[in-house]
């Protein structure tokens, strides 16, 4: 039988409404490191060239918040974002592929403090860097029952 961790990322990644409809894929979900990857298209694009900065703002509060959803399903929590912050360093162009790596800062009981960064991944160009702050909740109050989890 999956772990619950196992069995909480498979149900977020068919859950994710935002994620499947912005094309995130998540390549990585381990302790040291989460890896969401992220292809620009047309339907992300602010100008003619240029990825409107809420798609960035939104993939990072992804990035930020699977590694804290790493950290809070040790314990069967799930996270919110309590906030986070964001720098955009350089363009994201249509046709880019980015690769966005969180990691945590620091996991306490409720709160959980994590950083990131997006990448370019053709140059490795570092796109824009962000750190948050989640609050972790039983995941019963999210409106899952142990069946839902088949646990």
């Known amino acids: ?3 619950f961790r196992e069995l909480l990322i498979k ?3 068919q859950t ?3 994620g499947k409809l ?3 894929e998540l390549q990585k979900f381990e302790a040291d490191e989460i890896v969401y990857k992220l292809e620009v298209k047309k339907e992300h694009l602010a100008t003619p060239t240029t990825a ?3 798609l960035v703002a939104g993939y990072m509060d992804g990035v930020l918040g699977l590694a804290a959803l790493y950290a809070s399903s040790e314990n069967a929590c ?3 974002t309590v906030e986070f912050k964001i720098n955009y360093l350089k363009p994201v162009r249509l046709g880019d592929i980015l690769i966005g790596k969180g990691t945590i800062i620091s996991n306490g009981k409720r709160i959980i403090i994590t950083q990131g960064e997006i990448f370019k991944e053709s140059t490795n160009e570092k ?3 962000g750190t948050g702050t989640f609050n972790a909740y039983p995941y019963e109050k999210s409106g ?3 069946d839902y989890f088949g646990i």
């Open 52 to 54: 409107h900065g809420g």
């Open 22 to 24: 912005h094309g995130m």
């Open 1 to 3: 039988m999956l772990n």
């Open 11 to 13: 149900i977020y990644q």
């Open 144 to 146: 899952m029952t142990r």
């Open 127 to 129: 796109v824009a860097i």
């Open 16 to 18: 994710n409404e935002f």
């Open 78 to 80: 799930l996270v919110s």
